[in-house]
């Protein structure tokens, strides 16, 4: 037996010569695709990464700010490098470019016809497991489902999404904000993205969970006893869970038990227990009631998931005898709430929180704002109502749509032209990421070539369609720095002559991705978007706390980040209320 003195040095030298020839070959196979290369250490998807990240995120906060991007050596080893970066890359690599690294190759794409193009070939190009692995804890899920799993997903998650949830998320948004409201007025606002945290987890509890929690004096009312078997309340398990979710999804359970970390596990230990009791609750009504309805939470995701799957099976017995799986089982059930609550609450805080900070920076922009909502107000206290309608109110918030969404307004119900102008200029995921197993041809068209020969790309290719890149695409975008929702709006309801130079070309907007795998939440999102800013501005103007210049403010939320699971400021920028009415 070799010494260990001999053998450590011996097996050093093997990984080097195996990275040496892994990294070797990836350059060849880079070549082969005819497209730009460049090179890195390592690549953003590894797990060195993910602890790397957040220290060269410190390191380099003071020179983020100077507006250069990241410095060339450890562009993209960062994970989601491309928001301080914004196009630069792209500028000097083109808008389709590959990185190569030891471990892998990764094709940046920052083109619509190819983001539209890779998105509809759901075959072709799937989810990286390993990325998507941490956001599974109770199995497969709509998110990590690929192929005629996600079919079957799909089929029972999709048709809760409906007009019904929309009601109960409006009426909740409205009843929340309001209670929010009355609180500011008698106590203020210690913090507004700690108010909208907790605003926004309120909502989803009852759309998303059927389950109702109300304000008291500037926090929210526990009413929940703990029960007997438990040690915390839902609400304290579930505010909990919130503030641990980054290491509950990349750390072990019994890991965390061992940690300082101790109090995420043991929260998230009892959401799922509380998750669990519900389901097993709701489930057991649905079987003794077909048209069994939640009274005060009509339309929840949850109850609805499960009278869809419940439906779906007895469907099924009749047609074929049950001999395919056509209902969720309870880690199923649980796994894709997870989702609903995980998508439905960080994402919507965070595109609030940067739309508070814009009317905060732009006085035009709030006023503007401002104006549409009085006077929708305005109508509909004259048509004898106490409150904003989901029927008659949310279709005229136009305007206000437009500053969250980049939309031809007419067509409001129309998924496909809902394109956002918060969540273009700051999408809350910064990449849309793919994989090929098998080699995959991709069309780039430059310009310049004559042709338009595809570029095959090798199997086990990352393809990552950068949201931020797409869009501050001047080719796209003019003025991309420029929040303006007056890109889309005219007499007409179509896009104004300045939207027309370059045209609302397909795949220019991706914060909600394309094709099938698009997010089904996108209206779950908007809904509860307008009737929060609809409530808020019809009461308070919104401005930058203290002496901060506003240069200053905007150099912090378009040139940094936090780095979190998506984006969000990498400070918290201070902002006061001031009473309207």
Aim: charged letters at 25%; glycine letters at 6%; a neutral charge.
């Amino acid at each position: 037996m070799l010494p260990l003195s001999t053998l450590i040095p011996a097996l050093i030298g093997l990984f080097i010569f195996y990275r040496t020839c892994t990294f070797l070959n990836n350059i060849r196979l880079a070549r082969q695709t005819g497209l730009p290369y460049t090179f890195s250490p390592y690549l953003e998807f590894e797990t060195i990464a993910y602890f790397g990240t957040p220290l060269l995120r410190w390191m380099y906060r003071d020179y983020l700010l100077k507006g250069k991007g990241w410095p060339r050596w450890a562009r993209f080893m960062i994970k989601d490098w491309p928001w301080e970066d914004k196009r630069r890359a792209h500028d000097e690599w083109g808008d389709c470019f590959l990185v190569v690294a030891p471990t892998g190759i990764i094709c940046y794409a920052a083109d619509p016809a190819m983001s539209m193009d890779v998105t509809r070939r759901r075959m072709d190009f799937t989810k990286p497991p390993d990325k998507y692995a941490m956001i599974q804890p109770y199995g497969t899920n709509i998110v990590t489902a690929e192929g005629k799993q996600w079919q079957f997903h799909v089929r029972i998650t999709a048709p809760p999404f409906s007009e019904a949830n929309n009601h109960l998320n409006w009426a909740e948004t409205l009843r929340q904000a309001q209670s929010l409201s009355d609180s500011w007025g008698r106590y203020g606002s210690r913090d507004l993205h700690l108010d909208i945290y907790a605003l926004t987890l309120n909502i989803i509890s009852c759309a998303g969970f059927g389950v109702r929690q109300d304000w008291s004096n500037d926090t929210i009312i526990d009413h929940d006893k703990v029960p007997e078997g438990h040690k915390l309340s839902f609400l304290k398990a579930i505010t909990t869970v919130v503030k641990y979710i980054v290491p509950i999804l990349l750390l072990p359970t019994w890991l965390m038990l061992w940690t300082p970390l101790k109090a995420g596990a043991e929260a998230y230990i009892e959401f799922e227990d509380y998750m669990r009791s519900l389901i097993n609750s709701e489930k057991k009504k649905i079987d003794a009631d077909a048209g069994y309805e939640n009274k005060d939470t009509r339309g929840n995701l949850l109850t609805a998931m499960l009278k869809v799957s419940a439906s779906e099976a007895k469907n099924a017995n009749k047609n074929d005898g049950g001999t395919r799986k056509t209902t969720f089982n309870d880690d199923e059930v649980l796994g894709n709430a997870f989702m609903f609550f995980l998508a439905g609450y960080d994402t919507t805080a965070n595109s609030m929180i940067y739309g508070c900070i814009c009317l905060a920076l732009y006085d035009s922009l709030q006023d503007s704002v401002t104006e549409e909502i009085d006077r929708v107000f305005d109508e509909c206290e004259k048509a004898g109502r106490t409150e904003l309608s989901y029927e008659e109110d949310y279709p005229k918030l136009k305007y206000t749509l437009c500053f969250m969404t980049q939309t031809p307004v007419k067509p409001i119900s129309n998924k496909l032209l809902q394109q956002y102008e918060i969540l273009r200029a700051f999408p809350v995921v910064i990449h849309l990421t793919k994989m090929c197993w098998q080699p995959q041809p991709i069309v780039w068209r430059t310009g310049k070539e004559t042709d338009e020969a595809p570029h095959v790309l090798p199997a086990k290719c990352r393809m990552y369609l950068n949201t931020t890149g797409t869009h501050y695409n001047t080719k796209y975008w003019s003025d991309p720095y420029k929040l303006d929702p007056n890109r889309w709006m005219n007499d007409n309801h179509g896009p104004t002559s300045a939207a027309r130079k370059t045209g609302p070309v397909k795949g220019s907007f991706i914060g909600f991705s394309e094709g099938a795998r698009a997010c089904m939440g996108w209206k779950f999102a908007e809904v509860e978007f307008l009737a929060f800013f609809a409530v808020m501005l019809r009461q308070y103007r919104v401005r930058l706390a203290g002496d901060v210049p506003k240069s200053e403010v905007e150099k912090q939320i378009f040139l940094r980040c936090a780095g979190d699971i998506t984006l969000s400021p990498y400070d918290n920028v201070k902002l006061v209320l001031d009473k309207r009415r």
